[in-house]
């Protein structure tokens, strides 16, 4: 047999490529050879005595089909598929061109379907489906004190403790302070001072997910106890920002709150972290992480402020790590039951935790544009549809010319797929322009979504979705042409639309009203809904007022009282200002995502069992805050500037608080007791906020004037 | 020629390969020759065989090209017309000798094997 080299077969392949892209085929050499041939056979024959005609009809006999010769010749020059294809293009096109109105309806049509699927595909795609920025991130999980109904929620740092040394399934576990609790520190030496929110983390945080820092080093597990911990590490922002990229910058000293830290440590660009969607934001990404301060003998079980990550031993399913956590728990209930009892632990996978309020919306956006393609596709199936039956004369033609009916659908379904393609392009293009305009409108949950970008996985959904397109429509018409014979078909009073036609065009209308009306209704349901959470009273008034972060720094402000002072201050230089009506101060803004509850006591009543407490929302606040933020007083009186840490001690509640546990009796001159010994006097009465969220019911909440706050 | 395609497919594609060998070995005898000069001498040799069309050698010549065993010139025929010269190249010797090799081993295998029936 012949020996081919690979490199003689490229060359060949090559060659043949070049020549079905040529202009002018090569035909024409053949073509005189050919003829040359034909008439010299005539002549032999003439020779022999035959006439002239006889002689040329013998001679082409002889010689055999000269047009199937030279496509047999031509398709060994060229690959004749990719001929196929151009043919069949330049003939789509040339169609497309002859009839622009279809055209264009179609293609627009198809935009719309295409563009809406591609733009939400690229949000869940940045929400949803990539995986987290952490080595392996399917092996992280989030761990969370589960209460009694089996809510999660933070964790206190000496369960934290206990998991960690009692639990064998992870190769790494990590504690993070709430978002809530963050630190706030102040940069000072620097020029002007600046804010940065700190992030406070046991010394296995980065490692457990798989960060290696840019520069420097982690933290040690020492750093963890108390005057070992004033180092740092920095978050790529702040370096390049506040410290100006400097390289050297490990081992330098820098003073946060007047307190003098050492920076051990940079982290690479773009590392972000958040328990939930809204942590994502980048607003609140930390720009100092500083180690938490684990003293054995002070560790505290009551103080839920905490989240804890793990992840997963090589070769540990979850199942097994929650097992062995259900085991744990358990014990921790049995040791501290004032903390601990009936309370649970749960593991949750990472990447579930952060997507979890938004997956639904999100999925159910997805399964809505996709009936808005199916609709689209239905739509452009039917004009194809309509079109096919106007055209069936011109594949009569065809099918007698000698075309198969293999190559009649493949020409047909380059023409529904160039179509596809038209509508993709210009559909992604829509979709890019739609995701630029509402990016900045997302609510701050997707904010992860501010990393949409056109990456690769984009593209390739929108190409494979162009062609899925295409073939689905483009199947219409091929059923529909195929029932007539060629025969009958060029008859001249052929009526255009045969039976199954009529009939698949009616199926198809009456699915796109279907899907239709079903989308309509989904989204009327969705309008109302959210028209019914607009119009929710909040609780407070929103418009007209300005709010404003201050951060003290811990050292210059260690004393409440200091701090009420600077309020007092502060707000007396506000009030009587033109364009000020009312200030005040609060540590937690209604909605702010942040909140902080304790646990309290009602003088007078019985105690309740161990391990369980009444809990409210906790709000230091100064006087004229409620004013301010318009939350109407219902009963009694708000704070004064006579409410100091000497004067006796005050709280007044929300009104959901008092209907829950003074129901029938008036709960003015009541005494709690919380977070201190102090006894406090219920002296007023406030109205509800809907702090959590415009679709929760209000929580109960409990307002202390700033210098009888535990802490700040 | 109207016959289903099926059937010169089965037929040619035998025909085809023994086309090849039998253009090579008569460039290789008789020096150049132009298209109908090839189809000529085919005939004397085999009538049998050229009860193909003689179109089909052109088929072979190309191919024969592709393959860098003959190579072709434009010059001018007995009559002075211009025609298309054939020839076969180095390339086209070595698949010669090849083939020939091949196509003789095979034969003599068969030979035998038709021998052997006849000897019960």
């Known amino acids: 047999m012949p020996e081919i080299t690979i490199l003689r077969k490229v060359r060949k392949l090559w060659q043949r490529m070049r020549a079905t892209f040529r202009h002018e085929p090569r035909e024409s050499e053949f073509q005189a050879e050919m003829e040359e041939h034909v008439s010299l056979l005539a002549e032999r024959y003439r020779r022999q005595g035959m006439t002239a005609e006889a002689a040329m009809l013998a001679a ?21 598929a990719i001929e196929a294809l151009r043919g069949d293009l330049t003939y789509a096109a040339r169609m497309l061109r002859k009839n622009p109105g279809f055209a264009a309806t179609a293609v627009l049509t198809l935009a719309l379907g295409i563009g809406a699927n591609t733009a939400i595909f690229s949000l869940c795609n940045a929400v949803l489906f990539k995986p987290l920025p952490y080595a392996e991130p399917d092996r992280l999980v989030m761990l969370s004190e589960t209460d009694r109904d089996g809510r999660p929620g933070g964790v206190a740092l000496a369960n934290f403790v206990d998991w960690r040394d009692g639990s064998r399934s992870f190769s790494g576990m990590a504690a993070l302070r709430a978002s809530s609790f963050a630190s706030s520190f102040i940069l000072g030496g620097h020029g002007e001072a600046s804010r940065l929110t700190g992030g406070d983390v046991s010394s296995s945080f980065f490692s457990v997910l798989g960060i290696r820092l840019m520069l420097g080093r982690n933290f040690l597990p020492e750093e963890n106890l108390p005057g070992h911990n004033r180092v740092a590490i920095l978050s790529y922002a702040t370096w390049t920002r506040r410290f100006g990229a400097d390289r050297d910058i490990a081992g330098k000293a820098i003073t946060l709150n007047d307190e003098r830290y050492t920076v051990v440590g940079v982290l690479p660009a773009g590392f972000q972290f958040g328990s939930t969607a809204e942590d994502f934001q980048a607003a609140s990404q930390v720009d100092i992480w500083v180690p938490l301060v684990l003293d054995p003998q002070r560790l505290q079980r009551g103080a839920h402020m905490y989240h804890v990550i793990a992840r997963l031993g090589p070769g540990v399913k979850l199942a097994q790590a929650q097992a062995e956590l259900d085991v744990v728990a358990a014990n921790l209930a049995k040791h501290y039951p004032e903390d601990d009892k009936e309370k649970g632990i749960l593991a949750v996978p990472l990447a579930d935790q952060v997507t979890r309020g938004v997956r639904v919306a999100l999925e159910t956006l997805l399964g809505a544009v996709g009936l808005v393609l199916l609709i689209a596709c239905a739509n452009v199936a039917n004009l194809l549809l309509s079109r096919a039956a106007a055209r069936q004369k011109e594949m009569a033609v065809r099918v007698a010319l000698g075309a198969s009916r293999g190559r009649l659908a493949q020409q047909l379904l380059t023409e529904s797929l160039l179509l596809a393609s038209l509508g993709g392009l210009a559909g992604f293009v829509l979709a890019i322009a739609a995701m630029a305009a509402l990016t900045p409108h997302l609510p701050a949950d997707l904010s992860r979504a501010s990393v949409i970008a056109i990456d690769p996985q984009l593209l390739i959904f929108t190409v494979v979705i162009s062609l899925v397109t295409g073939i689905l429509f483009g199947l219409g018409p091929l059923f529909g042409s195929w029932r007539k014979s060629a025969g009958e078909s060029l008859k001249q009073n052929n009526r255009t639309s045969s039976g199954i036609q009529t009939r698949l065009r009616s199926g198809l209308a009456v699915a796109q009203i279907a899907i239709a009306i079903t989308l309509l209704i989904g989204a009327g349901l969705m309008v109302k809904s959210f028209w019914a959470l607009v119009h929710v009273a909040p609780g407070f008034r929103s418009d007209s007022i300005l709010t404003a972060r201050l951060s003290l720094p811990g050292s210059r402000y260690d004393d409440n009282g200091k701090v009420a002072a600077l309020e007092r201050a502060l707000l007396d230089r506000l009030h009587g200002r033109p364009g000020i009506q009312s200030a005040g101060f609060t540590t937690y803004v209604p909605l702010s995502g942040l909140d902080n509850d304790w646990g309290f006591l009602i003088e007078g009543r019985p105690p309740l069992p161990t391990g369980t407490y009444n809990t409210a929302q906790y709000r230091p606040a100064s006087p004229g805050y409620f004013e301010a933020i318009g939350i109407p007083l219902l009963r009694g009186r708000s704070f004064t500037v006579a409410d100091t840490a000497e004067s006796p001690w005050v709280v007044v509640i929300s009104d959901s608080m008092a209907r829950e546990y003074w129901p029938s009796e008036n709960p003015i001159g009541q005494r709690l007791q919380f977070g201190s010994e102090k006894w406090r006097t219920v002296i007023g009465v406030v109205g509800d906020v809907l702090d959590q969220g415009l679709d929760m019911a209000a929580r109960a909440e409990m307002y202390v004037p700033v210098e009888q706050a535990p802490n700040l | ?54 179109g089909t050698v052109y088929t072979s010549l190309l191919r024969l090209q592709q393959e860098g065993w003959i190579a072709a010139e434009w010059g001018a025929s007995e009559n002075n017309r211009k025609a298309k010269f054939y020839s076969i ?13 091949d196509w003789e081993r095979i034969s003599g295998v068969i030979d035998r094997l038709l021998r052997l029936e006849g000897q019960r």
């Open chain 1, 60 to 80: 082409g006999r002889q010689f055999g089909n000269r047009t199937l010769l030279k496509e047999d010749l031509r398709n060994m020059q060229i690959i004749p």
């Open chain 2, 1 to 54: 020629m109207t016959k289903g395609k099926g059937d010169i497919n089965k037929k040619s594609e035998v025909l085809q390969g023994t086309l090849d060998l039998m253009i090579l070995k008569t460039l290789q005898a008789m020096g150049p020759l132009h298209g109908f000069g090839i189809a000529r001498r085919l005939e004397q040799l085999s009538e049998a065989v050229l009860r193909l069309n003689e």
């Open chain 2, 89 to 101: 190249t180095k390339r086209g010797l070595k698949q010669l000798a090849r083939e020939t090799e």
